[in-house]
Structures are given as structure tokens and as C-alpha cells.
């Protein structure tokens, strides 16, 4: 266990958040993190719990540096900003490290990057090419897809009656938020790390076909599976009231999957984690009773 300042960037959001509350499980003491995000009030009861809370905007350069002093070991979590602002948000980030003599930057980045043909594979590979021009020693956390990005839609599916995408027989390696964060938290605060390149997922992969199938069973409700062109999945995404560059960035997320480009079969997440990651079924258990 290591005893070094540790910075989360994003802990105002869902993955930054959970690998805090990762770290703190995993017995790092409260006051060696850092959790950092844009707006702090969100994370005062972390503050309340001894962790030190610091303001950080990843467009801010200056501000970074300042929220950065005093650590050891970073984790940039990949920016949620427009697809044309991500990259240089990162950059910023990783020099910001540099300037505040960080001596480990953690990445999450996505499967497969170094080859992903996809809008968002190209924002990691570009991170991941900058971190490497920097010299700053890095660790690649590649994660696959959320469980979450499907149960989160078991409202609209369950309304439909149908699982609507363009992924073809793609296998889609999803894991849980949780389990991601808490394999970041593993790679934070122990040793023998710098210099990997993990390829995460969850152990059981699946299509959206079997998506479909899975959900019917739990559910008891009959859940088609209706595959379209990419080009008309960002049209019903658009339709469906999301904004055209989201629309574009998932409809061509989805024609990365077809490609295989989410699945992984590394056992990675497993062996970092030390156990079988939270399955598609057991996520459905949990999420279809909200429902």
C-alpha cells in the first residue's frame, strides 16, 4: 500500500467519484487523496470525511498546476467535454502533472485504442500519444463499455420493447463503473504498475442481440432486437432529442463495437480487481426492480 498523495480528476463525476470511495475502502488514508473537480460543493462530504478537495477545470492551466501540488500519483479520468475539446483537455492535464512533479499518471482510456477506428478511440490514442511524448511514466487503464450505458436504459427499453443498435454480432466486453474504479484504485495505490497497458472488460461478453434475450429474461417481458445502419441509428438518436455531435459519437461508438473494437478477452479487470467482475445478469437484477 502506498502512502503517497494521490490526485482523482473528475471526482465530481460518477468513475472519479467510486475510485475515491475505492481508495478509501482499499485503507488509503483520507488525507493522501486529492479529489479534484469543477464544481467542489459536490464533493464536500468528502471533505467532511478528511479527503483534501481542490478545484480543478481542465481548461484552466494554471489552476490545474495549483491542484496538482504535492501529489505522486495521478488519475485523469478522460474528459466528458465536447469530442473537439478532449484532447487538448488532457494535454493540459498531463503537463499540468508535469509541472506539479507528478510521478505516475493512470489514463483511462478505451479498448483497443492504439487501433480503434472509432471518433472516441482517436481522442484516447491521441492522449495516450501525448503522455508518451512527455515521458511522464503512465499506466493505460483501457475500459471497455458500462453496464451502466444499458441499464440506464431499461426504462426507454422496457417502453419499446426492443433493443435498438448498430453493432451487428459485435461483442461488447461491459463492466460496471464500480469495478472499473476500483481497478484504478488497485493501480494507484500499489505497486508495479507503471508501464502497463490494461485492456478492461468483463469477463462475459455479449452482443446487443443477447442483450435483448438477457433482459426479456429478467424482465419477463418480450425485448426484440432491432440492428440498424449506423446511419440511421444517429438519426433516431437525434430524433430522440440527444444532440447531433452525441448522436454522431454514439451511433459510430456502436459501428466500433461491430468491429469488435469493445470486446477484450485479457482477464485484466479480473486478475486487478481479484475477482469476477459484476456480470450483465447481475446488473439487470439490480437495476430491472427501479424499474
Known amino acids: 500500500m502506498t502512502t503517497m498523495s494521490i490526485v482523482v480528476t473528475g471526482a465530481t463525476g460518477q468513475l472519479g467519484r467510486l475510485t475515491v470511495e475505492a481508495l478509501l475502502r482499499r485503507g488509503v488514508p483520507a488525507a493522501d487523496i486529492i479529489a479534484t473537480g469543477r464544481d467542489v460543493v459536490r464533493i464536500k462530504d468528502l471533505a467532511d470525511r478528511g479527503v483534501t478537495v481542490r478545484r480543478a477545470d481542465f481548461a484552466d492551466a494554471d489552476g490545474l498546476v495549483e491542484a496538482f ?101 459485435g461483442r461488447i466486453s461491459a463492466a460496471s463503473r464500480a469495478d472499473y474504479a476500483e481497478a484504478a484504485a488497485v493501480v494507484l495505490a500499489t505497486e508495479g504498475h507503471t508501464g502497463a497497458v490494461y485492456e478492461l472488460g468483463g469477463d462475459e461478453s455479449f452482443t446487443l442481440a443477447e442483450l435483448a434475450t438477457a433482459i426479456s429474461a429478467a424482465s419477463g417481458k418480450r425485448i426484440a432486437h432491432s440492428d440498424l445502419p449506423v446511419t440511421d441509428l444517429d438519426q433516431v438518436l437525434a430524433t430522440a432529442g440527444l444532440p447531433a455531435e452525441l448522436a454522431g459519437v454514439l451511433a459510430d461508438a456502436d459501428r466500433g463495437m461491430s468491429l469488435g473494437e469493445m470486446y477484450t478477452d485479457s482477464g485484466d479487470l479480473r486478475r486487478l480487481i481479484g475477482r469476477p467482475p459484476v456480470t450483465l445478469a447481475e446488473a439487470l437484477a439490480v437495476a430491472l426492480p427501479r424499474h
Open 69 to 169: 501540488a504535492g501529489a505522486d500519483r495521478l488519475l485523469l479520468v478522460s474528459a466528458s467535454v465536447p469530442v473537439g475539446e478532449r484532447v487538448a483537455n488532457h494535454r493540459r492535464v498531463i503537463d499540468a502533472a508535469v509541472s506539479a512533479g507528478v510521478s505516475l499518471v493512470a489514463y483511462t482510456s478505451t479498448t483497443h485504442a492504439d487501433t480503434a477506428t472509432t471518433v472516441l478511440g482517436a481522442t484516447h490514442r491521441e492522449t495516450e500519444e501525448y503522455l508518451r511524448e512527455r515521458g511522464v511514466p503512465g499506466v493505460l487503464l483501457r475500459n471497455s463499455w458500462y453496464l451502466e450505458n444499458y441499464t440506464s436504459q431499461l426504462p426507454q427499453i422496457l417502453r419499446s420493447g426492443a433493443v435498438v443498435g448498430a453493432t451487428r454480432e
